[in-house]
């Protein structure tokens, strides 16, 4: 997990307060690991900027801006990311998630330019608290990482 100070981001993340909400992230990320009995414990990297984001954006292997104008759907991104040998072995798969107001259309192009992709959830826009969530659930499911095995 990134957590982005995106332009339209309204909470700030500096100081004291940037340590205590990310020991706070940490620590729900962890609690959530050890329930779903999970072998590893997901990081919460420091907060970022844009440019940090960028920086991300460059070192990823796909990065992904869920945005309600993109054509493409998630899943149909994801699967010819897969299908051109993306999705043979563990990678990382950057799904950015903008804030409440929406990702600008400078930061769009800037990602872009940086080699993201835009891709829609679905029909309806959700809240920055769900979306994150929800694509991690359809990635990990299109991409193999939920796969049954036999008991």
């Known amino acids: 997990m990134v957590p982005w100070q995106s332009e339209r981001s309204i909470v700030r993340w500096?100081?004291?307060?940037?340590?205590?909400?990310?020991?706070?992230?940490?620590?729900?990320?962890?609690?959530?690991?050890?329930?779903?009995?999970?072998?590893?414990?997901?990081?919460?990297?420091?907060a970022v900027d844009t440019a940090g984001?960028?920086?991300?954006?460059?070192?990823?292997?796909?990065?992904?801006?869920?945005?309600?104008?993109?054509v493409r759907p998630l899943r149909s991104v994801l699967e010819g990311w897969q299908a051109g040998g993306g999705g043979a072995e563990p990678r990382e798969?950057?799904?950015?998630?903008?804030?409440?107001g929406g990702i600008s259309p400078r930061e769009v192009t800037r990602l872009c330019d940086k080699g993201a992709v835009t891709a829609l959830l679905g029909n309806h826009v959700l809240r920055s608290s769900t979306a994150g969530p929800a694509a991690v659930v359809l990635a990990s499911d299109i991409l193999g990482r939920w796969a049954a095995t036999a008991p």
């Open 14 to 46: 500096k100081g004291d307060r940037a340590a205590k909400a990310h020991a706070k992230w940490q620590s729900v990320v962890t609690a959530a690991a050890k329930q779903a009995r999970r072998s590893w414990v997901p990081e919460v990297r420091p």
């Open 53 to 70: 984001l960028s920086a991300a954006v460059e070192a990823a292997d796909l990065a992904v801006i869920l945005h309600e104008d993109a």
């Open 93 to 100: 798969v950057l799904l950015i998630v903008g804030p409440e």
